[in-house]
């Protein structure tokens, strides 16, 4: 693969020697992570090649598109309207930032005491490792959390960017605030592509991210079953991957693992013993290729059966409405869509805490692991009130707080088999 992609990667400005090193650091990763699991579907096969040619085929597609004219439009919130993008035939392409890798090269410009996924994902384009970055035309950030606020400023120094502005808040002025914002982003889109965002566009688009959330809803609902048909780490990869990958390619693919992973419940069968502890993992999102919690209790003998998360059910619990209209009546059902999104940056954001609530009862989860990249404010003093829910609930929770090193292993392994030892009683 590396001999095949040289070229295109070196015409993308991409450091060949930091990314050799990055693209090698992978497989071992993976194939400890992922290939030595037993019994995994073989629709996940698909998922493994996607991961084995990371910056292959999907970058050439996305170029291949650029050269044809197209825009490639790079985000990192769920909060990013893909929809707008697709009605405007661009390619929306959610970034990874999951990694520890970007994280030294990124500490030399931002602080230290930064989640590591602002630091990862800043790591990406200042070190120039990732061709995603390299191959969009713009990169749209949001107001979400104030470290990844103010290091957008800086990423603009070295790429397009535009800020959408997220409230705070989810009253009536935030959300008509957030209208505009959504409003104002189809121009900037419209600008980029030089396309007409247009109602049968929009309905188009719409219908067509519908779908991929639909299946991969399908795939999570599988997951409620007992034996559970298919490993949290699987599960989240899928979900990971749909953030980059061709929607309608993905749609498929889900769908086509879904048909497998319902006949194993049909057939009884399950990837873990009925009996192993289900775990619901809730709090910051875990971008490609951050496994390290689910692996840690994956390999301690639970099985995580949910994430309450961006890269979990928060990224496709709801649907945009499709009924048409004006292109301003689409956008309006686009914008209220969004503002369903329950993330820490809101305050209050008392949905999340019955979200977690009722998934926990939803997919039967013994315990819950609330967690938190370290300095992230947002999530950790919401844990607090996390806490006291699931606590009124007699559901146990562990609250894990960590970054990309291993550096904590051992510590976080400790603290796992504790919690599933009182859990088994
Ligand atoms: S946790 Fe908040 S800021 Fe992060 S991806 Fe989700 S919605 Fe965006
Ligand atoms: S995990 Fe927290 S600090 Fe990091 S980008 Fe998301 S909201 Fe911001």
Not at 288 to 306: D, F, M, R, S
Not at 372 to 386: I, M, R
């Amino acid at each position: 693969m590396t001999t095949d992609y040289r070229q295109m990667w070196a015409d993308l400005g991409i450091d060949l020697e930091r990314h050799d090193a990055l693209l090698g650091a992978l497989p071992p990763i993976y194939q400890k992570a992922y290939l030595s699991q037993r019994n995994r579907p073989i629709g996940m096969q698909f998922f493994d090649f996607v991961v084995g040619d990371i910056h292959g085929i999907r970058v050439q597609e996305l170029r291949q598109h650029a050269m044809n004219g197209g825009k490639v439009v790079a985000t990192y919130c769920v909060f990013v309207p893909e929809e707008i993008v697709l009605a405007a035939d661009a390619i929306p392409v959610g970034l990874c930032a999951g990694t520890q890798f970007s994280v030294p090269i990124a500490e030399e410009i931002l602080p230290r005491n930064t989640c590591a996924l602002i630091k990862s994902s800043f790591g990406f384009k200042l070190g120039r490792i990732c061709p995603y970055v390299q191959t969009s035309h713009l990169i749209v950030g949001e107001t979400t959390c104030d470290g990844k606020k103010k290091m957008f400023e800086i990423l603009a120094e070295y790429h397009p960017v535009h800020i959408m502005e997220v409230p705070n808040k989810k009253s009536q002025s935030s959300r008509d605030l957030w209208r505009g914002e959504v409003a104002a982003f189809k121009e900037v889109i419209e600008k980029l592509t030089g396309n007409e965002v247009t109602g049968e566009g929009l309905a188009r688009a719409t219908k067509l991210v519908n779908e991929r959330r639909r299946a991969l809803q399908r795939l999570y609902n599988t997951r409620q079953a007992r034996p559970v048909p298919i490993s949290g780490k699987d599960a989240l990869l899928v979900t990971q991957v749909s953030f980059y990958d061709d929607v309608a390619r993905c749609v498929q693919q889900v769908n086509a693992l879904c048909d497998e992973v319902e006949g194993r419940i049909a057939a009884g069968e399950g990837v873990f013993p009925a009996d192993a502890p289900r775990i619901l993992i809730s709090g910051s999102p875990m971008a490609i290729p951050n496994w390290k919690l689910h692996h840690l209790l994956e390999t301690a003998g639970a099985v995580v059966v949910c994430e309450e998360s961006c890269t979990g059910t928060r990224a496709f619990s709801d649907l945009v409405a499709e009924n048409g209209g004006t292109v301003q009546e689409q956008l309006r059902a686009i914008a209220d869509r969004y503002m369903q999104i329950h993330c820490a940056c809101f305050t209050p954001n008392d949905e999340r805490l019955d979200d977690i609530v009722r998934l926990a009862r939803e997919y039967q989860a013994d315990g819950v692991v609330h967690y938190n990249l370290q300095f992230c404010h947002t999530y950790a003093n919401e844990a607090v009130k996390v806490e006291r829910a699931l606590a009124e609930e007699g559901i146990p929770l562990l609250r894990i707080e960590t970054d990309y090193s291993d550096e904590d292993a051992g510590q976080l392994r400790a603290r796992v088999d504790a919690f599933l030892e009182m859990i088994r009683g």
